[in-house]
């Protein structure tokens, strides 16, 4: 158990280190000098040398490559050339509307997928289970921003059922920011859902065939019992997994959903970044979303021994 | 595909698929749309940028079939060049994913030495989220059309990669590649014609979703407009300035989000049908 744990950290930072290489290659792939990209086209080529002197970019690319490694392994992350503060602290002041997005529309995916999933698998080749899946395949076909738009529109704009964009303002209090979050949070709950039935469905199909559910029901059991306690509980591995795996989907979803709802998150602040070439903000971003990626799927791992006994490490 | 053993099982996944409605449906939509893309100035008498400014905002009738843009742009004729477009986007990924998946993914699975190596090169580029990955390539590359092609093929390259590698790790152990290899055949030889000709089904099944997933990806960053440069019209692009005018003209953005619906799903609903064909065993429970 304990070698497994050690094995899996060694694996993982393995998996960090290459991110972070990727990530290196991709902020140098751009053509022309950085500094004056970044600058923009007003910028003195004396501005542009001081910045390259900053950013160490008149360095050897392996003394950069090493030094970056460093910077970052000491949790450094550089500084925002827009805001001009530290990434980490411009990242933790827009943490707020996407970890709270993601984890609604998580939840709103979750409870809206897993009992259909469940009574689809059930009612295999019924009407129901038909139409619920060709609903989820509609669901994952709809481009997440596009059905953000048509939900503000008719149900925020038009009726005034939800706030229509933003984050309530700087004096919000935590519960009225959360009120611009609900719908955002539906719409991004609906496009992940697809996924999550997909896989309940396939899930639950795979466990009422198995022998121990014959067994249960041989026994008399009810058969409520039989799905709920015997079914469900074995069903739900995979779908533990396919949860992890969503959070990239989800973050993505945010990306775009954010930009929609017009909320301070994650995702505006890539975007912005990327208009305004802050490579320190798009590469811290990239870094710790990715870490965060790889550390969610070791504990979805870990998450397995307590859901099942047979899983032993 | 010429040689004879594979005709029958290829004959029956051709019945197969055609006998799924569904299936049928799909192709015929992307035949609609494929069509619509390549007889675009057979079809429509306007230019994609020609402007008629008495003519903005216009109502969707019978000279402007979906009505004109805040330019008075035809949107029926934006939308079919802008489905060149996408459909070149979604295709183009595909395929130069696909080719770039299948070299990792062999070297991965064929050469024990090279499988840890690719296959934490893998997990890394899982664990980005394909959008905000997408953004920055295009960030640093910059946002023409073949820039989009090439950073969306970067980003789902894994995707196949992981197919491939999965295929190869199980065919190399059977008799026939142990045979061919103590006959002293070529290695290149073994990896296309005795291993990779035999995963081109499950290549295809995901290439179509990569189809599906890229033209999604793509209208996202023209939405966000870190894509492809705004004058060229795209489906993304088209929702993105029609935001704008949704309160007096939702046709502008009505149209764009039902082409971009119906090609994903028509894509969908093909690798759906593929994959359950290929499988038997699935095909047997639906």
Redesign the interface.
Known sequence: MLTYIAKRFV?MA???F??LT??FV??????GDPAALMLGPEATPEDAMALRERLGLNRPIFVQYASFLGQIASGDLGSSLFFNRPVLDVLAGRAEPTVFLSLFSLIIAIVIALPIGLVSAYT??SLFDQASVSTA??A???????TG??FQ?YLA?KTGWFPVAGYGGPDADFFDRMRHLILPSIVLGIVNSALILRFSRAAM?DVLSDDFVRTARAKGMSEWRVVLRHALKNALIPIVTVVGLTF??L??GA??TE?VFNLPGIGSL??GA??R?DYPV?QG??IV???L??LINFLVDMLYLAIDPRVKY | MADTTSMPMEASLAKVLVQRRAVILGLVILAVFGAAAILAPVITPFEPAAMSVRNRLTAPNATWWLGTDEFGRDIFTRLIYAGRVSLLVGGGVAIISSLIGIALGLAGGFFRRLDGPVS??I???????????A????????GSLINVVLALSIVYAPRIARVVRASTLVIRELAYVEAARALGVATWRILVHHLLRNMVSPIIVQATFIF?YAM?AE??LS????GIDPETPTW?TM?NTG?QY??TA?WM?LF??IS???C??AL??VG?GLRDALDPRISK??
Not at chain 1, 26 to 31: D, Q, S, T, W
Not at chain 2, 135 to 142: C, D, H, K, N, P
């Open positions: 694996g393995v998996v960090m290459i991110v990727v990530v991709i902020v140098r792939l751009a053509p295999r080749g395949m509609l994952a076909s709809v481009p997440s921003f596009w738009l048509l529109q704009t199909l990239a989907l973050i993505s990306v775009v930009r890539v975007v990327v208009l070439r798009i971003t990239l979303v990715a870490g990626y790889v | 934490r090169v997990d890394a580029m899982m664990a980005f989220p394909d959008i905000l990955l953004i920055s390539l295009v960030a640093a590359l910059g599906a999604l209208a996202g939405f966000l407009g870190v993304g929702i935001r949704i309160d939702g953005i764009p989000g971009i619906t119906l994903v799903l969908q609903l759906d429970e639906l």
